[in-house]
């Protein structure tokens, strides 16, 4: 029979408020990891990235954290704005600049 | 700016017709990537490329076929579209560090 997709989990918070958007990745031996962000209609965007030789990278209103140990990374977003509603993936590699595996996505979604 | 440049947004075939799906970086970037993305499936690779001339299969290569022949431009084939490759499609392409993606082609096929 057809396969179902999943639905995309959901992140809704107020315009103002910090947001934390979390993802498990799937290979210990990832050397790189990245956050995107992609608006309705749109290729994904780049945030930010981090290396696995540091635990945490801060960029302008956005912080990622890696734990290596839990194999998870999140991406916080200072004074959320609604420009910000969209959907976020994280995507690790074994090696910078080749194949990347994403996550599933997160969609972000900023009541004003 | 670094450019990813897709050759349509949109795009309407019919089933077993031949198509044909442009990619141009402009960053002289060695590696080119294609993926299809759909709803509750995420970003998935269909083929990829680290030179010109060089293709490797990705995670979902069946019923697809690409061409390098230049380093800037990546093209995407469907031999004989079918209904199940409905989707959004979308090249990238990256140096030493993160993917930069085109803004996609949105293919429906009859």
């Known amino acids: 029979g057809e396969s179902v997709g999943l639905h995309l989990p959901t992140l809704s918070v107020q315009e103002g408020d910090n947001s934390i958007i979390n993802c498990a990745y799937s290979?210990?031996?990832?050397?790189?990891f990245i956050w995107y962000k992609q608006e309705s209609g749109k290729g994904p965007q780049f945030i930010i990235d981090?290396?696995?030789?540091?635990d945490k990278r801060q960029g302008q209103r956005v912080t990622v954290l890696l734990n290596k140990t839990v194999k998870h990374l999140s991406l916080q977003i200072a004074a959320t704005q609604p420009g910000d509603s969209a959907v976020y993936f994280c995507?690790?590699?074994?090696?910078?600049?080749?194949?990347?595996?994403f996550g599933q996505g997160t969609e972000l979604s900023v009541k004003p | 700016d670094v450019k990813v440049t897709q050759s349509s947004r949109y795009l309407v075939k019919r089933t077993g017709e031949k198509v044909f799906l442009e990619c141009v970086q402009d960053?002289?970037?060695?590696?080119m990537f294609w993926y299809r993305q759909d709803p509750g499936l995420g970003l998935r690779l269909i083929y990829f490329?680290?030179?010109?001339?060089?293709?490797e299969k990705g995670d979902i290569p069946e019923g697809y076929s690409v061409s390098r022949e230049k380093k800037e431009r990546f093209s995407l084939i469907l031999e004989s579209a079918s209904t199940n490759q409905t989707s959004m499609y979308l090249c990238?392409?990256?140096?030493?560090?993160?993917?930069?993606f085109g803004p996609g082609t949105r293919l429906t096929v009859l």
């Open positions: 990238a392409s990256s140096g030493y560090n993160e993917q930069f």
């Open positions: 290979n210990s031996a990832s050397d790189y």
């Open positions: 981090i290396r696995s030789n540091m």
């Open positions: 995507a690790e590699t074994l090696n910078q600049g080749g194949k990347l595996i």
């Open positions: 960053m002289d970037h060695e590696n």
């Open positions: 490329s680290y030179d010109v001339k060089m293709k």
